[in-house]
Structures are given as structure tokens and as C-alpha cells.
């Protein structure tokens, strides 16, 4: 047989044999890219913790568990403006008004047949059994009648009791969390602490290869490339407090790149790249990663677009992922997959749960990859696609809202997992 005529049988039985495996249901993609995502995570190091002052820790992610120091609510309230009475008391006759309770006030004694003025979130008297909304009264200056019948009263009408939202020692916020505004709300009523253990902020290095690139503001020529990917990081990544980030651009050349990604090793938690990470003769980021020491997961993981990215661990645990370096590629590969990997190194425990909408879709194009399509989100709630040339085409995802998440060999019309960007 001819030898090349028996190489290009030998290629194309590879090819085959490669995708038969993406297509086998034994060896799915979704299965492969979890199982390499799993991989990956576990290996990553989380960044080391830090103690702040209290008001410096919003946004942050708290390494810590907050315990409620006291009851909540720490007496008992009343719900409702209204009158605290004893049960027992309610005879039809007018109550004289004994003081009144305001939010915040010290806590009254209720005297015998007597009734208290009482405001929403004021305390409730000891001994009274409930609060008559004042709605339900005829006031005067000194005496309220109750205007129902005591049938209609139960004890603990309209009292919100003590510890009947958390009781003291009570996990309120857990450790990984995001100190988002609720969370912070919940943080500086349920801890009595100054300041709080959280994890320091994740060190991000940025390297965008390509001799074609050129940057904001420079002279470009019709055969160049305006660098888009970096900004993009840079934008996605400046809307998390919990991350700091550093860029430099590196030319088409293997020492560079070596020395880039060695350089950024020293110091940061995380290191994104785009570009170079596919099998051109300029695609030097896998062989330079392996040769600072990272140990390369995966590489080439069976998606679209993006197929080329690759993801390795560095030697002190930190986060490596070689983004491919068309703009649609890299949006979509760090949202979908750098995103999630970048909490694990930030000490967040909840993984990212993306809303399932519906997709309004004729076309009936199906793909044996993973499949990321652009969409937006139209007022009620539902998703259309946005009509794309392909992975580099920066203006269909201008358009865009986020991405669904189309399985393997299935048409895109459904309920799918949407990513915002």
C-alpha cells in the first residue's frame, strides 16, 4: 500500500474513532466535561484568609461561620400597631392606657386590667396574652374599648415571640458565602464581632497572545486585530469584589510566552489566557504551561465554540485555563466554565445554579458537541437566538444576553440552562 495512502487511513480511522467516542452514550460529552471540570477543581488550592473590619467585608466571601449572638427578635414584639391586653381582662368595658411601647423603648409591665399603646416592633408588655390591632378599638387619650368579641382573640394574637426567627448560636450565614447586601443586612444584626474572617482577594494574571492584536487606541491596519478579550476579562472580572486583576499582551513567541506565564506564577492565584492553545505553529501555551510546571487536565473538550481551551493546575494549586482567542470563544468558555472554577479558588461553596428558560427556536440544527448559542432574553421571560457567523463574530455577541446550553445531538427548542453574561 501506498505510505501515504496508509497514513491518511490511519488519520481518518483516528478521526473516526474519535468521534464515535464523543457519540457513545457510555462516554458522553456532558459526562467527560463534568467528570474533567471535577478533576480539575479538586486540585485547585483555595486562596488563604484575612481579617477586616467589619464594613470591609461586604462583597467579600466570608470564611467564617456567623453565629446569632442572641435571640431573634431578643423579647418578644408586636406585629401590628395595636393594644396589649391580658385575655382575662376582656370584660367589654374600656381599658385605661397605662403608657405606651415604641420600637426600641424598654420593655413595660402590663398592671391589672390595664392596656398599653403599642406600636409596631415595640416590645410587648410582660403578662399581656395579645395585641388588638388598633383597627379593631375606639381610642381616646387615656382608654380604648375593644370593639370584638374576646372569642375572637387567641392567645399570642399578633406577637411575634422571642427567638422565633433564629434562637442564639444559630448558623445564620455560612462559611463560603457571599457577603452580598442581604447577607451583610443579616451579618451586622446576627454577629456582635468587629470584624470577620473571610477569604483574601483572588489574584488574577491576564495574558493575551497574538502578534495580530493591537490595543484601544493604537493605529490599526486592515489586516489587524483590535484586542477585545482582554477588556472583556478585565470587564466580567472588575464586577467581583472578591478578585484583582493584572493584564499583559504577549507576542507570538515561545520564550515570551514562557516567561509571561512564569512571571505571573510567582504572585497570582489564577492565570486566564486566550489564545494560542490550538495545534497552529504558533501555538505555543500548552507546551509553555507544561513547562512552568502546571499539570495539564484537559484540552480540547468537545464544545462549540471554544473546543480548544485548555485547563491545568499550577504548582502551588493555582488555577491555569487557556481560552481559545476568538471573542465568542473566550466570552463563553470562561462564563461557562472559568466562572465556576473561579469560585472554587475565591472559598465559595454553592455552586452556580443557571435558570432553565424556554427557547423559541424553528431551527432544527443538531450538533455531537455540546452547543453554546447565543441568546436574549425577550420581556416574557423567554429566549430567542441571536443569528451568529461563528466564534469570532464580536457583533452577534454584542447582541446577546448570555448563552443556552444545547446537549449533544438534541435540537435547541426547550427549557435550557441559560448563563447571563
Given at each position: 500500500?501506498?505510505?501515504?495512502?496508509?497514513?491518511?487511513?490511519?488519520?481518518?480511522?483516528?478521526?473516526?474513532?474519535?468521534?464515535?467516542?464523543?457519540?457513545?452514550?457510555?462516554?458522553?460529552?456532558?459526562?467527560?466535561?463534568?467528570?474533567?471540570?471535577?478533576?480539575?477543581q479538586s486540585r485547585l488550592?483555595?486562596?488563604?484568609?484575612?481579617?477586616?473590619?467589619?464594613?470591609?467585608?461586604?462583597?467579600?466571601?466570608?470564611?467564617?461561620?456567623?453565629?446569632?449572638?442572641?435571640?431573634?427578635?431578643?423579647?418578644?414584639?408586636?406585629?401590628?400597631?395595636?393594644?396589649?391586653?391580658?385575655?382575662?381582662?376582656?370584660?367589654?368595658?374600656?381599658?385605661?392606657?397605662?403608657?405606651?411601647?415604641?420600637?426600641?423603648?424598654?420593655?413595660?409591665?402590663?398592671?391589672?386590667?390595664?392596656?398599653?399603646?403599642?406600636?409596631?416592633?415595640?416590645?410587648?408588655?410582660?403578662?399581656?396574652?395579645?395585641?388588638?390591632?388598633?383597627?379593631?378599638?375606639?381610642?381616646?387619650?387615656?382608654?380604648?374599648?375593644?370593639?370584638?368579641?374576646?372569642?375572637?382573640?387567641?392567645?399570642?394574637?399578633?406577637?411575634?415571640?422571642?427567638?422565633?426567627?433564629?434562637?442564639?448560636?444559630?448558623?445564620?450565614?455560612?462559611?463560603?458565602?457571599?457577603?452580598?447586601?442581604?447577607?451583610?443586612?443579616?451579618?451586622?444584626?446576627?454577629?456582635?464581632?468587629?470584624?470577620?474572617?473571610?477569604?483574601?482577594?483572588?489574584?488574577?494574571?491576564?495574558?493575551?497572545?497574538?502578534?495580530?492584536?493591537?490595543?484601544?487606541?493604537?493605529?490599526?491596519?486592515?489586516w489587524q486585530i483590535r484586542?477585545?478579550?482582554?477588556?472583556?476579562?478585565?470587564?466580567?472580572?472588575?464586577?467581583?469584589?472578591?478578585?484583582?486583576?493584572?493584564?499583559?499582551?504577549?507576542?507570538?513567541?515561545?520564550?515570551?510566552?514562557?516567561?509571561?506565564?512564569?512571571?505571573?506564577?510567582?504572585?497570582?492565584?489564577?492565570?486566564?489566557?486566550?489564545?494560542?492553545?490550538?495545534?497552529?505553529?504558533?501555538?505555543?501555551?500548552?507546551?509553555?504551561?507544561?513547562?512552568?510546571?502546571?499539570?495539564?487536565?484537559?484540552?480540547?473538550?468537545?464544545?462549540?465554540?471554544?473546543?480548544?481551551?485548555?485547563?491545568?493546575?499550577?504548582?502551588?494549586?493555582?488555577?491555569?485555563?487557556?481560552?481559545?482567542?476568538?471573542?465568542?470563544?473566550?466570552?463563553v468558555t470562561f462564563r461557562?466554565?472559568?466562572?465556576?472554577?473561579?469560585?472554587?479558588?475565591?472559598?465559595?461553596?454553592?455552586?452556580?445554579?443557571?435558570?432553565?428558560?424556554?427557547?423559541?427556536?424553528?431551527?432544527?440544527?443538531?450538533?455531537?458537541?455540546?452547543?453554546?448559542?447565543?441568546?436574549?432574553?425577550?420581556?416574557?421571560?423567554?429566549?430567542?437566538?441571536?443569528?451568529?457567523?461563528?466564534?469570532?463574530?464580536?457583533?452577534?455577541?454584542?447582541?446577546?444576553?448570555?448563552?443556552?446550553?444545547?446537549?449533544?445531538?438534541?435540537?435547541?427548542?426547550?427549557?435550557?440552562?441559560?448563563?447571563?453574561?
Open positions: 500500500m501506498n505510505p501515504n495512502a496508509a497514513k491518511k487511513k490511519r488519520l481518518s480511522s483516528s478521526v473516526l474513532a474519535q468521534k464515535s467516542m464523543l457519540i457513545n452514550p457510555l462516554t458522553a460529552p456532558q459526562d467527560i466535561i463534568a467528570a474533567k471540570m471535577a478533576d480539575l488550592k483555595v486562596v488563604s484568609t484575612e481579617s477586616v473590619a467589619m464594613g470591609e467585608s461586604i462583597g467579600r466571601v466570608l470564611a467564617q461561620h456567623i453565629h446569632a449572638f442572641r435571640d431573634n427578635p431578643a423579647i418578644d414584639v408586636s406585629a401590628m400597631d395595636g393594644y396589649a391586653i391580658r385575655l382575662d381582662d376582656h370584660d367589654g368595658r374600656a381599658f385605661p392606657v397605662c403608657g405606651t411601647a415604641t420600637a426600641g423603648s424598654a420593655q413595660n409591665h402590663l398592671a391589672d386590667r390595664s392596656a398599653v399603646r403599642v406600636f409596631t416592633g415595640g416590645p410587648v408588655p410582660t403578662q399581656a396574652q395579645c395585641v388588638v390591632r388598633r383597627e379593631d378599638c375606639n381610642e381616646s387619650e387615656t382608654y380604648v374599648s375593644i370593639c370584638v368579641p374576646k372569642e375572637s382573640l387567641v392567645p399570642g394574637q399578633n406577637i411575634r415571640r422571642r427567638g422565633e426567627n433564629a434562637r442564639a448560636g444559630d448558623t445564620m450565614i455560612a462559611a463560603g458565602s457571599l457577603l452580598t447586601p442581604c447577607r451583610f443586612a443579616g451579618a451586622v444584626t446576627f454577629s456582635d464581632q468587629s470584624s470577620q474572617t473571610i477569604f483574601r482577594k483572588v489574584r488574577i494574571g491576564i495574558i493575551n497572545t497574538g502578534d495580530e492584536l493591537i490595543e484601544f487606541g493604537q493605529p490599526i491596519e486592515p484586542d477585545s478579550n482582554g477588556p472583556f476579562l478585565e470587564s466580567i472580572l472588575a464586577r467581583l469584589p472578591w478578585v484583582e486583576a493584572t493584564r499583559t499582551k504577549v507576542v507570538d513567541d515561545q520564550d515570551a510566552t514562557r516567561q509571561a506565564i512564569r512571571h505571573y506564577l510567582e504572585s497570582c492565584d489564577v492565570l486566564l489566557m486566550t489564545g494560542g492553545v490550538s495545534m497552529g505553529d504558533t501555538d505555543y501555551v500548552p507546551d509553555a504551561i507544561k513547562s512552568a510546571g502546571c499539570q495539564v487536565v484537559f484540552h480540547r473538550i468537545p464544545i462549540r465554540p471554544g473546543r480548544p481551551m485548555l485547563g491545568a493546575v499550577g504548582p502551588r494549586g493555582q488555577l491555569v485555563l487557556g481560552l481559545p482567542g476568538n471573542p465568542l470563544s473566550v466570552a461557562r466554565f472559568g466562572w465556576e472554577l473561579l469560585r472554587s479558588v475565591a472559598g465559595l461553596t454553592q455552586p452556580e445554579h443557571p435558570p432553565a428558560l424556554h427557547l423559541d427556536c424553528d431551527d432544527t440544527k443538531t450538533l455531537d458537541l455540546i452547543w453554546f448559542r447565543l441568546v436574549c432574553l425577550k420581556p416574557d421571560g423567554r429566549l430567542s437566538l441571536v443569528p451568529s457567523q461563528g466564534s469570532g463574530d464580536i457583533a452577534s455577541l454584542i447582541q446577546s444576553d448570555g448563552f443556552v446550553e444545547i446537549p449533544v445531538n438534541a435540537q435547541s427548542a426547550g427549557c435550557r440552562p441559560f448563563y447571563a453574561w
